[in-house]
């Protein structure tokens, strides 16, 4: 029995010395994977610059501006410059569609 005794010790040391490091490359894989997210909304809006951004009932709204780097994007309604949040902001059936309606965009 007192042979195994430094053969546990060693395991549960060892044990202990990876977990850290195992949870550290976890959490640093999920902000990576946050900001890739991030990164490729901006992205998809970017792309669509020049194209139509359609509202929740279907409707158009109006042609997107321009995108900012946090993938907001904005669009010219009436002479003003309006911003539409990136989080209202989604791909459906490769159109560039946001869950604010027209009317919300405007009181901006």
Do not use: C, W
Request: charged share 15%; proline share 4%.
């Amino acid at each position: 029995m007192n042979k195994f005794v430094p053969i546990a010790l060693l395991a549960t040391v060892a044990t202990l010395a990876v977990v850290p490091n195992a949870v550290f490359a976890a959490e640093t894989n999920q902000q990576v994977r946050a900001t890739a997210d991030g990164t490729a909304a901006a992205a998809s809006v970017a792309a669509t610059n020049g194209k139509m951004l359609y509202g929740p009932d279907g409707n158009r709204i109006a042609s997107v501006y321009r995108a900012t780097s946090s993938g907001d994007a904005q669009l010219i309604i009436n002479g003003r410059l309006v911003t539409v949040p990136a989080s209202t902001l989604s791909i459906l059936d490769g159109k560039l569609a946001t869950s604010l309606t027209k009317s919300e965009i405007n009181h901006r």
